[in-house]
């Protein structure tokens, strides 16, 4: 059955208190749309757990730093809603902006910590964008369980640090990254990858699962970590924008491998930009 969309947060909480009067729990699925498997993973999940399911789609503004890849941002709300019809998803969250950012908002979430370096250093504001939308969505929805992918490492620590500290009675659910068969992660992104960029892709995970083989195996972690961008460079990618190893729990830089611990990395094919993250085992 075809979900129903929603434009109104009135409508989206009347809905929600529709279901919840039938003694159903709800699952949020945060997207910003252009759908592919690895979001089609979190509603099979939320789904999994017996909740009904909101997926919202909202091409979020102030979590873009950089214009032009705002307006570059794949948008297909027909499509996306097609592939979300078969897995018996409830409600298409999708309000436009000016619903979710009323006249005069000057509300932010900021989370110190978790966001720094890595994708904060370089996309000054982004997670500043994102705390701020996904609490709201939490808000609005009022979902007993929310999905994000460990795709945006980074994004789930954030997460679960303001849901911690202001305390949002909701559940965090974190899920494994969705890859293609040569191993790039599935992202929206990699459809404006040209033909050669997308050939070159999959060397980011290969890459990644190199270095944390090297590190597993007891190799210096800085050198471990040169070898893994000089080969990055060699398979053609532009330019690098970080790869390093931090904590798991709260993401802390780290120069020896004696904690567990998650190997992240950024880089630019052309315009693109990809990101992806692999675990390092301890031994
Ligand atoms: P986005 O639409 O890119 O904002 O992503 C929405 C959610 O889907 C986020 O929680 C992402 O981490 C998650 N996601 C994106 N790509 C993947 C993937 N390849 N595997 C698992 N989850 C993903």
């Known amino acids: 059955m075809k979900p129903v969309i929603v434009r109104t947060i009135d409508e989206l909480r009347e809905r929600v208190r529709g279901l919840r009067k039938q003694g159903h729990t709800v699952g949020l699925v945060p997207t910003m749309g252009a759908l592919h498997a690895g979001h089609l993973s979190l509603v099979q999940a939320a789904k999994a757990d017996g909740h009904k399911v909101i997926v919202s789609i909202f091409v979020n503004p102030t979590q873009f730093n950089d214009p032009k890849d705002l307006d570059k941002y794949p948008r297909d709300e027909a499509a996306d809603v097609a592939l979300l019809a078969p897995l018996g998803v409830d409600i298409v969250w999708a309000p436009d902006v000016d619903e979710m950012y009323a006249d005069g908002f000057s509300t932010t979430v900021s989370v110190s910590g978790v966001s720094e370096g890595l994708c904060g250093a370089t996309r000054p504001g982004h997670f500043d964008g994102v705390a701020t939308v996904v609490t709201k969505l939490l ?19 954030v997460i679960n640090r303001f849901v911690t500290d202001l305390n949002i009675p909701v559940e965090i659910v974190g899920c494994p990254i969705l890859r293609e068969d040569d191993g790039l992660a599935m992202s929206s992104r990699n459809v404006r990858l040209s033909e050669t960029g997308r050939k070159t892709a999959p060397a980011l995970f290969l890459a990644l699962s190199k270095a944390a083989e090297d590190i597993e195996s007891g190799n210096d972690v800085t050198r471990v970590l040169a070898h893994a961008s000089k080969s990055l460079l060699e398979a053609g990618f532009t330019s690098i924008d970080y790869l390093e190893l931090r904590a798991s729990d709260n993401l802390s830089p780290m120069a020896q491998f004696d904690r567990p611990a998650r190997l992240f990395a950024a880089a630019f094919l052309g315009d693109v930009r990809l990101i992806d993250n692999v675990v390092v085992k301890g031994r």
């Open 139 to 157: 808000l609005q929805a009022q979902a007993d369980a929310a999905y994000f992918g460990q795709k945006d490492f980074q994004q789930l620590a």
